[in-house]
């Protein structure tokens, strides 16, 4: 009996997983599902999301269904993020429960409006929170603290802005900029700074505090196409998220910033 055949016999007494496909090309993968008792395409409260495409197709389904499990098959020339092996050996793999359950940080972030008592709903983001000026003329100034540690010793910052990143996003605009990346932690790397400022990364349960103490700037997330407006007396506040986002990957990763 092929390997196929049999994983179909041994999946026709389960309940069958709840799969949603995700991407501009996802309907090519339909029929390799439809082989599998043991899954159900589904348009809604799946158990698992096969993203077919790139890095942004996993990024774009996280914020869709956070922390659902993902499954990210390659159908892009860029996709460091994505299983590179065939969609049909993938989908076999997940319905023989072959794939590898592995949990990647998520980080979330609070802005706390001028004058406002309560912070606004918080973002989540697995790769990154991005703050850039939002004048191309005009330097951004903000203080950071480190768990209520002044960071540079309290002083300014003057620069275009900067990134706050995972383990999983630093090998991208994290990297672009410092051109180093991390394994564990949470790193922040400061973007054309007027001083020598050093790039930090530091256990992830620390929390970052950040005060504009002038703008105008930008805060974006991932590939989020929200972006919010930030001023002056503003403040941005960056933890650790309580839940991770979940990746069925091919093998066992040894490192959160390794390519699949």
């Known amino acids: 009996m092929i ?6 016999q041994e999946t026709r007494n389960q309940v ?3 799969v949603l496909l995700f991407g501009a090309k996802s309907g090519d993968v339909k ?12 348009g809604a409260d799946p158990d698992a999301v096969v993203c077919y495409g790139g890095d942004g197709t996993l990024l774009m389904a996280e914020h869709e269904w956070p922390c659902v499990p993902k499954v990210p098959i390659r159908n892009s020339l860029r996709g460091n993020r994505c299983i590179a092996h065939p969609a049909a050996e993938v989908i076999e793999r997940l319905a023989a429960g072959a794939l590898v359950r592995t949990e990647y940080l998520k980080i979330e972030c609070a802005l706390r409006r001028a004058g406002a008592a309560e912070p606004d709903s918080p973002l989540t983001a697995m790769n990154e929170f991005n703050l850039h000026m939002a004048r191309i003329n005009s330097a951004v100034r903000f203080r950071m603290w480190l768990d209520d540690e002044p960071y540079n010793a309290g002083q300014e910052i003057l620069g275009d802005g900067f990134v706050i990143s995972t383990p999983f996003g630093s090998t991208a605009y994290f990297d672009h900029i410092t051109r180093g990346f991390f394994h564990s932690g949470i790193g922040i790397a400061f973007k054309s700074t007027s001083e020598h400022t050093n790039h930090v990364v530091v256990s992830d349960n620390v929390v970052f505090r950040i005060v504009i103490a002038r703008g105008p700037a930008t805060l974006a997330y991932d590939n989020s196409t929200e972006y919010i407006d930030v001023v002056e007396g503003d403040e941005i506040v960056v933890r650790k998220h309580a839940r991770p986002a979940v990746i069925m990957t091919w093998e066992r990763m040894k490192y959160p910033s390794d390519a699949f």
């Open 31 to 42: 029929d390799e599902i439809a082989k599998y008792p043991g899954l159900a395409l589904v």
């Open 3 to 8: 390997r196929g055949a049999r994983v179909i």
């Open 16 to 18: 069958a997983m709840k």
